[in-house]
């Protein structure tokens, strides 16, 4: 496999020491491996279609990046509120509304988050069962696999949450429904957590309209309730809640503000005591509905910024993609990439990926940085794959070379990013960057 890589000042520095000759030769071989990047994955359906789920891919938890849309369409022509879970065998599954009245809850499978296969409905024996929504995974500590799922029998505002526990492995079978004793009358899309031996619920009181907070000692309860009504400030007309660990230990909730078609997210540092204002999801906040995110360690790859040697207070970004160097970069995200193996090289060069455009990279076209989606063809992953090297201007720098136009390097001009061959101390300048943490 290739080797992934790390960027420090001391490494560099240490490097100094060295003879220019052994310089010469470490420079061509791959830097020690590094701890990987965190993969946020996310699965919704759509404003436009609800017979279709989206994927999207993260690095940081906020700005999403499309994998694939639509990704998977059901037999039943419905896909409303798909969960993801990544089980034991390694394969991604979503579990999935498939009809607005019925008794079925509906499974697809993938090995890859963007080619999903049907797997089954399944039907729930629960007696006059009038509407099955919502189902959500929930991985239990003891390893088990269970859904929560919203079930309606009588009257209209008779929805109670329940819990179905895998009975293999395979999760093709699934025990009968039980209550969540003190969630109900009427509350639906339930989330849970656990945090050491206690169980945290999110759910949506059908009735107000409020997402309402809950804790047990036990899956099926009772749960008490911690906040209601307005608790968190987030407003009413809001359902859907989902919640992720983001990497500085804070749970990160999104919902779905369904009245004004719009979606956000809120942060809490306290394990749900208080929560940040809630914002609106960049970029996908009005397309996107009642989504769930997957978050994974284990993608290779740096996050850094690519600060100017010449202009030290200037860092590459991308603005309406086009790449080149800025001071006082707005918003920051812009100027964060990761530095992942080379697309076309792994074992000795490497790729910018945007932090905030998931996907896409740096590449050159016409000899200028432009940021543009990864295509998969051979000559994207040329165009966009650097062999990094000691800077032209600074060793304890660093200068990346062109895979395919190797004379060539990434230099500002005017700004602008682009590839051009050195032959002066300007151009040494102007090709030499620091890579440093966001």
Request: hydrophobic share 35%.
């Amino acid at each position: 496999m290739p080797q992934t890589r790390t960027t420090s000042d001391s490494t560099r520095s240490g490097m100094l020491a060295l003879t220019s000759m052994a310089l010469a030769v470490l420079t061509l071989l791959p830097a020690p491996a590094s701890a990987a990047t965190p993969v946020y994955t996310m699965t919704a359906f759509t404003n436009s279609s609800e017979s279709n789920m989206y994927v999207y891919q993260s690095y940081d938890g906020t700005h999403y990046g499309l994998m694939k849309g639509p990704a998977y369409t059901p037999p039943s022509g419905l896909i409303r509120d798909p969960s993801l879970l990544r089980h034991t065998d390694g394969v991604y599954y979503v579990t999935y509304t498939t009809n607005w009245d019925g008794n079925t809850i509906g499974f697809a499978r993938s090995t890859d988050r963007v080619n999903w296969t049907f797997m089954q409905n399944v039907t729930l024996p629960t007696a006059n069962l009038q509407n099955t929504w919502a189902p959500e995974w929930f991985k239990d500590s003891d390893g088990s696999i269970n859904i929560i799922v919203s079930l309606r029998t009588t009257g209209t505002s008779n929805f109670t949450p329940h819990v179905i526990k895998a009975l293999n492995t395979s999760l093709t079978a699934w025990s009968s429904p039980v209550p969540l004793s003190g969630l109900g009358p009427n509350y639906i899309d339930t989330f849970i957590v656990k945090l050491g031996s206690t169980y945290h619920a999110f759910t949506k009181n059908e009735t107000s309209k409020y997402i309402e907070y809950a804790t047990a000692s036990s899956l099926t309860g009772p749960y008490t309730f911690k906040g209601t009504g307005d608790w968190a400030g987030w407003g009413n007309w809001v359902e859907g809640p989902a919640l992720v660990q983001l990497d500085n230990g804070s749970w990160r909730i999104l919902f779905d503000g369904y009245s004004s078609g719009k979606y956000y997210y809120s942060d809490s540092a306290n394990t749900f005591a208080s929560w940040s204002a809630k914002k609106e999801l960049p970029s996908l906040t009005g397309f996107v509905r009642h989504l769930t995110v997957l978050k994974e360690p284990g993608q290779a790859g740096d996050i850094r910024r690519l600060q100017s040697f010449n202009f030290p207070d200037r860092y590459a970004r991308h603005y309406n993609y086009q790449a080149r160097i800025e001071p006082n970069v707005s918003p920051v995200e812009d100027s964060r990439f990761r530095i992942v193996p080379g697309l076309a090289d792994g074992n000795s060069a490497v790729s910018f990926e945007s932090v905030n455009l998931p996907g896409y990279f740096l590449r050159h076209s016409n000899y200028v940085l432009v940021l543009a989606r990864n295509d998969g063809t051979d000559q994207f992953k040329q165009d966009a794959t650097f062999r990094d090297v000691a800077g032209l201007a600074n060793s304890a720098w660093t200068s990346y070379q062109s895979y395919n136009v190797p004379g060539s390097y990434i230099r500002h001009s005017n700004y602008t990013l682009r590839i051009d061959p050195i032959n002066s101390s300007t151009g040494q300048s102007d090709a030499t960057f620091k890579e440093v943490s966001p």
